[in-house]
């Protein structure tokens, strides 16, 4: 019998520290492949940092990080080749200002994947239509509107087809009406069969589109489960009382 | 009005000295180029290798740009065309004037260029490197870009002021505008030909001094 798939994310007693302040206190989650893994918690709780430490913007005090079995963290990793297997989204979008959409998208193609200048183009394009801005190509970001600006930001992740995606917040920065359109196309993600760790207050959302949520507080996982369980029939006190104090 | 004329305004002077003039704007022009060029491209190497933070390396820049920006450049220009041959190095009067605002527009350079790469938002870098750009990469593709957009309208300002200063090289003898025309002033006895260098700086200058004022303007809308 062939031994079973390594998980797509596994998070091994994550622990990390800003100066005296424990931000992450001991966290292991593992996400199967094309699981769309949802974050809640309370502003504090350790979620965006947990993330960062997944592509190691922030470096974890201890603990590992693993994708598909292969180790993220250590002294021995590739940091730039394992990054192109965990794309991120980022709350302020962050598109590169001074390109156009193309351009975002296809500047890793170009400089990380060393893709020759026509083939970058064309998986620029494809990234670009699958997030349905085919017609936005040679727009610089000022010329879009915030929705427009992170499909392009999930499209310049996409591009190097990466193996795991995580997304902080990525619709916190949007005005109310362009929230739509950017969680169409992350359910569109998912149905790819993209492997999702989502960190997000859309609670709607959430509840239709997500495998499982994880609700953090104080730097340590308090409970999870599916949906259903944590929105309908919370355990924990903790569970409780963020999510009467976020629905009221 | 006639003593003014004769003065300043002298037609046979004028008409004598015009032509080393223009040669001495040649001279000018050449070494205000090469000036900023290197010096621009210095600074701005200086600034990237700064960004780095490696362990001494910060200071050593620091301590230069500092030092280059608080020393008036005609004593440097003194102390190295004077002193230098005294252990055995002689470099020629343009050598010296080209070296010298080099790395004064240099030490200004690598202090504006540095605002540029650290007034560049955090979230650039972070989007960059999670996409496995290497930090100079990061560096090359994406930040400097946007920082050198911000800091075009002081550069340029710098850079004018820096290059005005090649009239400093008259006193070690580098024939250019002004040397010139103080030569000739001394042949003449007259002010004409410093007249004609005057005018010469301002058709030289004029252009770039409004090209910084357009730029200004342009740069001063949201990078794009």
Known sequence: ???????????????????????????????????????????????????????????????????????????SVDLNRMRQRIGMVFQAFNLYPHLTALGNVKLALRRVQKKDPSEAEELARE?????????KTSQYPNQLSGGQQQRVAI???????PRVMLFDEPTSALDPELVGEVLAVMRDVKSQGMTMLVVSHEMKFAR????????????????????EQIFSHPKQPRTQAFLARVSS | MDVFLDTFLN???????????????????????????????????????????????GAVIVIFADVFRALPPLVLILLIFFGLPNIGVVLS????????????LGAFAEEIVWA??????????????????????ALIWVVLPQAMRM???????????????????????VPDILGQASTAQSFSANASPLTLAAIAYVVLFLPFVIASRWLEARFARPVR
Not at chain 1, 127 to 135: Q, T, Y
Not at chain 1, 211 to 226: A, H, N, Q, S
Not at chain 2, 30 to 39: C, K, P
Not at chain 2, 116 to 137: D, M, N, V, Y
Request: aromatic residues 4%.
């Open chain 1, 127 to 135: 990234a670009l239509s699958s997030v349905g801005l085919s017609e």
């Open chain 1, 208 to 227: 239709e589109a997500a495998d499982r949520v994880v609700f953090m507080d104080g730097g340590r996982i308090v409970e999870e489960g599916p949906p």
């Open chain 2, 151 to 173: 800091v075009i309208p002081p550069l340029t300002n710098r850079a004018i002021a820096i290059t005005k200063m090649t009239a400093l090289g008259m006193v070690i003898g």
């Open chain 2, 116 to 137: 540029g790469i650290t007034a560049t938002p955090k979230g650039q870098w972070e989007a960059a490197r999670s996409t496995g750009l290497s930090f100079t990469q």
């Open chain 1, 155 to 161: 499209a310049r992740a996409l591009a190097l087809r």
């Open chain 1, 1 to 75: 019998m062939p031994a079973p798939a390594p998980p797509a994310l596994d998070i091994r007693r994550l622990h990390k520290s800003f100066d005296t302040e424990t931000v992450l206190n001991g966290i292991d989650l593992s996400l199967t492949i094309s699981e769309m893994v949802f974050v809640l918690g309370p502003s504090g709780s350790g979620k965006s940092t947990m993330l960062r430490c997944c592509n190691r913007l922030e470096e974890p005090d201890s603990g590992e990080i693993l994708i598909e079995g292969d180790p993220v963290t250590g002294p």
């Open chain 2, 11 to 57: 037609a046979e002077v004028l008409a004598q000295y015009a032509p080393s003039i223009l040669q001495g704007a040649l001279v000018t022009v050449l070494l205000s180029l090469l000036i900023v060029v290197f010096g621009v491209a210095f600074g701005a190497a200086l600034a990237c290798l700064r960004s780095y933070r490696l362990p001494g390396v």
């Open chain 2, 93 to 104: 009067a343009p050598v010296v004037l080209f070296l010298v605002l080099s790395l004064v």
